[in-house]
């Protein structure tokens, strides 16, 4: 009998012989049963029940009404009771593609400014030594304490006088906007994309430049490529905060031509009594997909671009 004969039939005996062991083994069950499994996990699923019907239930209440070819509110609370096209076709006759235009032209140009400037930031306190440096990190987590809205009579009266000199950048200005858009991003982005920047070793730039490179190569080249998670989020979150921004839009903007979609559509739903509650129900459908679409494409870089920042800082 050959050894390799030998071999196979004594792992076959192991094979049966565990098998057998198994078969005799006690197993105990201890996954919680009545009133423990409530209290560890039942409480969980009905928690998230309550939050699927709080998020689903207010959206399919407004498809439903922007299929309601009546365009009103009245006998919304049966769902799907008339589905037209009506809303959606209305749409075109009115100024709601020119506002999609402006607020994606606006939330897109924001979304790659604040991507750029805070990345340069974030390189900047990251790798380089400078006085200050702690100071103005610390500077930059406590104005993040203040919303921007509480700005809004300060940037109105900036925006005014600088008008004056500079038109393209006063009030009524899509360049304005974007460039307070930017302003107010900066700071929460930069200390967010900081922490992310720390986790790349600093042995790559080092490695680079024995090869040559500066830092405008090094980060272009190297860096920007090694941190896209985080580029990915902070894109997303600006682009998501943009196109639904209403207050400063309001404050800025006054020619209808020039009007974000925010702004436009609650010149729609400010009269109660004659609002156009069918052609609102179907511009905020609509006005939701762009901002579905970037979630989806951009979704696998979320978690990863939000918790890795927090390991090194």
């Known amino acids: 009998m050959s050894a390799v ?12 012989a565990s098998g057998r062991a198994d078969r005799y083994t006690i197993r105990h069950d201890t996954s919680p049963r009545g009133l423990a499994w409530w209290a560890e996990i039942g409480w969980r699923h009905v928690v998230g029940l309550v939050m699927v019907v709080i998020c689903v239930v207010p959206l399919l209440y407004v498809i439903s009404a922007s299929l309601n070819p009546s365009g009103t509110f009245t006998g ?38 604040t991507v750029l400037m805070g990345g340069a930031a974030a390189y900047a306190f990251s790798r380089f030594r400078f006085a200050g440096r702690q100071a103005s990190l610390t ?4 104005v993040q304490m ?11 009266l900036v925006l005014l006088t600088l008008g ?17 858009y930017l302003g107010g991003a900066l700071g929460v982005n930069t200390f967010l994309m900081y922490g992310f920047f720390n986790t790349v070793p600093r042995e790559i730039d080092e490695a680079a430049k024995i090869d040559g490179a500066g830092h405008a190569q090094i980060f272009w080249g190297i860096i920007l490529r090694l941190v896209s998670p985080i580029l990915a989020v902070v894109g997303l979150l ?58 989806l494409f951009l979704q696998k870089y979320i978690v990863g671009g939000l918790t890795s920042g927090a390991v090194k800082g």
């Open 164 to 180: 004056d000199v500079i038109p393209a950048l006063g009030t009524n200005s899509t360049l304005a906007l974007i460039a307070v």
């Open 5 to 16: 004969t030998r071999a196979d039939r004594a792992a076959s005996g192991r094979d049966a």
């Open 76 to 113: 919304s609370n049966q769902l799907f009771r008339e589905v037209g096209g009506d809303n959606y076709a209305e749409l075109f006759g009115t100024n709601f593609w020119l506002w999609f235009g402006n607020s994606f032209v606006v939330s897109s140009v924001s979304a790659i400014g």
């Open 146 to 156: 203040f919303p921007q809205m509480l700005a809004v009579v300060a940037i109105f």
């Open 238 to 295: 600006s682009f998501i905060g943009t196109f639904g921004e209403f207050i400063i839009a309001k404050t800025v903007l006054q020619s209808p031509d020039r009007l974000t979609l925010a702004v436009g559509l609650y010149q729609w739903a400010s009269d109660e009594r004659n609002a156009p509650w069918g052609l609102f129900s179907a511009g905020a459908v609509l006005a939701a997909v762009p901002v579905v679409i970037l979630f």
């Open 139 to 142: 500077a930059l987590l406590l």
